[in-house]
């Protein structure tokens, strides 16, 4: 049993811009749809907006935690 693994750094890259294209994310290992899960912050209607996903991959059970941040990119 491996637990929670982890995405390789090369892996949450090609995540990440799957996302930032309006993509829906597949997993780089084995090309399942991931499961996007919002992690609310619990604070929208204040200035602090800030959002998080939690992608899953159903298959192998990696997971990469998205941070999502309105109106900025970097
Ligand atoms: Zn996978």
């Known amino acids: 049993m491996e637990g929670h ?3 390789e750094p090369d892996e949450q890259r090609t995540i990440r811009e799957q996302v930032a294209r309006g993509e829906k994310p ?3 290992r084995d090309g399942t749809p991931m499961t996007v899960r919002s992690i609310g912050g619990g604070s929208f209607g204040l200035g602090y907006a800030r ?3 939690w ?3 159903p298959t192998c059970r990696r997971s990469l935690i998205f941070d999502l941040k309105r109106g900025t990119r970097n």
């Open 55 to 57: 992608l899953i991959c």
């Open 26 to 28: 597949v997993c780089p």
């Open 5 to 7: 693994a982890q995405f």
């Open 51 to 53: 959002r998080r996903e």
